[in-house]
């Protein structure tokens, strides 16, 4: 079974800094990854996606993340945080079945 | 374009009452599933469906029941809630399995405490 592996539970950064997430997951083939973001007391939002294609994929809110087949990973980037992106952020494996593996979570804190 | 609704927003069930979770979409999206979130656990699925009629187990089934009688609702049953039931439970949809790529949209989300 695919797992998703999020080792950073709780990361804090600085306002304007670069932030990266972590996230690694195991299954032979090239799965589908997401990663969502959950605002306090809000239920999850997409954030960006990847298929296939090129390793480097965009999402909202200045979002970047990419695929590294040989790392087993699909961190998540972004070059200067806002106060407004403290929320936790999940990552999540699709393994072409019918059911989505999500990661424990990454609960991000900005300070000013 | 309310997407997914999920009522009540809270509850507080005393051990051994039923109640039920509701979830609607109006996405017509074929693909619905429920989720319970724990702290340090992230989300782990408890049941989904893939079309009006069919539904299936995921990770964390036990306690719990469903049914897909039309493509919009997707009720979560609780028959005798158990203080390990207490989680913050989601539904999300999507137009086919998030398994095969698809992006799932979620509701906000049912606190719900078991005394």
């Known amino acids: 079974a695919q797992s998703v592996t999020q080792p950073d539970i709780h990361i804090t950064v600085s306002e304007g800094a670069s932030l990266e997430l972590r996230c690694n997951y195991s299954y032979g083939a090239t799965p589908y990854l997401f990663w969502y973001v959950q605002s306090p007391g809000q239920g999850l939002q997409l954030l960006l996606k990847?298929?296939?294609?090129?390793?480097l994929v965009q999402g909202i809110k200045g979002f970047e993340a990419e695929f590294k087949r040989s790392q087993s990973s699909f961190n998540l980037r972004k070059p200067s945080v806002h106060w407004s992106d403290a929320a936790e952020y999940f990552c999540a494996v699709g393994e072409g079945n019918e059911k989505l593996t999500f990661g424990t979570g990454t609960r991000l804190t900005i300070i000013p | 374009n309310a997407g997914v609704t999920q009522t009540p927003k809270f509850q507080v069930l005393k051990t051994g009452q039923s109640m039920t979770l509701q979830c609607a979409q109006d996405m017509n999206h074929e693909y619905m599933s429920w989720y319970r979130q724990d702290p340090g656990m992230g989300l782990r699925l408890i049941h989904y469906?893939?079309?009006?009629?069919?539904?299936d187990q995921g990770e964390v089934p036990n306690g719990y029941n469903v049914s897909r009688s039309t493509t919009e609702d997707f009720p979560l049953r609780l028959l005798s809630a158990a203080p390990s039931q207490t989680s913050v439970y989601f539904c999300?949809?999507?137009?086919?399995?998030?398994?095969?790529?698809?992006?799932?949209?979620f509701g906000d989300g049912t606190r719900l405490s078991i005394l």
């Open positions: 990847y298929f296939s294609g090129d390793t």
């Open positions: 469906s893939v079309g009006a009629g069919i539904t």
């Open positions: 999300a949809s999507s137009y086919s399995s998030p398994g095969r790529g698809q992006p799932q949209h």
